[in-house]
T-cell receptor, first 117, second 116 residues
Framework: AQKVTQAQTEISVVEKEDVTLDCVYETRDTTYYLFWYKQPPSGELVFLIRRNSFDEQNEISGRYSWNFQKSTSSFNFTITASQVVDSAVYFCALSEAPPNTGNQFYFGTGTSLTVIP | ETGVTQTPRHLVMGMTNKKSLKCEQHLGHNAMYWYKQSAKKPLELMFVYSLEERVENNSVPSRFSPECPNSSHLFLHLHTLQPEDSALYLC???????????????FGAGSRLTVL
């Protein structure tokens, strides 16, 4: 079963619109971490945020905000007043650290965001 | 410039060729990773090295052979590849033990491999 689901394959918005990227995860661990990464056309994945499973407080960083809800196993990402530079593929990821097996990272399939000027 | 450098950025090879991908990290991290990114698929973890020892090998075919001579360098040796191996190969590094779920991965820009 897929651990991280990003149901939105592609999204297009007009500049200055708000957009929310959905992420649903699945885990049986009580301790886990959730991440968002941005992959611009240049290729490298850029780290945006990490949350641990014990901190459900929503976070805002400039135009970016994240909504973590354990009740629905979701970790959604909202970009406010989108800009052309936000065009990229965004990946949600789950990291588990079960004892004696080493770190396990699971990435979603990504959401390709296009911001139209 | 990213703290993780991958070369070459693009590689085209025939199925009988032998080539290598190189990754170098300048961040002082002690864990390095190879991921495969194919279209419409999640990133696939291939190999993990922690303190220069391989700690993860996710059932990767033997035609992919990793090498980690020191904590700053990671190679992926390629031999007798198949067209379905064409993908973007991403290197990443992290600080701390590879069994810590809190690791933040720092990625390189990737090597785009095409197998003819």
């Amino acid at each position: 079963a897929q651990k991280v689901t990003q149901a939105q394959t592609e999204i297009s918005v007009v500049e200055k619109e708000d957009v929310t990227l959905d992420c649903v995860y699945e885990t049986r661990d009580t301790t886990y971490y959730l991440f968002w990464y941005k992959q611009p056309p240049s290729g490298e994945l850029v780290f945006l945020i990490r949350r641990n499973s014990f901190d459900e407080q929503n976070e805002i960083s400039g135009r970016y905000s994240w909504n973590f809800q354990k009740s629905t196993s979701s970790f959604n990402f909202t970009i406010t007043a989108s800009q052309v530079v936000d065009s990229a593929v965004y990946f949600c990821a789950l990291s588990e650290a079960p004892p004696n097996t080493g770190n396990q990272f699971y990435f979603g399939t990504g959401t390709s965001l296009t911001v139209i000027p | 410039e990213t703290g993780v450098t991958q070369t070459p950025r693009h590689l085209v090879m025939g199925m009988t060729n032998k080539k290598s991908l190189k990754c170098e990290q300048h961040l002082g991290h002690n864990a390095m990773y190879w991921y495969k990114q194919s279209a419409k698929k999640p990133l696939e973890l291939m190999f993990v090295y922690s303190l220069e020892e391989r700690v993860e090998n996710n059932s990767v075919p033997s035609r992919f052979s990793p090498e980690c001579p020191n904590s700053s360098h990671l190679f992926l040796h390629l031999h007798t590849l198949q067209p379905e191996d064409s993908a973007l190969y991403l290197c990443a590094s992290s600080q701390g033990a590879s069994n810590s779920g809190a690791n933040v991965l720092t990625f390189g820009a990737g090597s785009r491999l095409t197998v003819l």
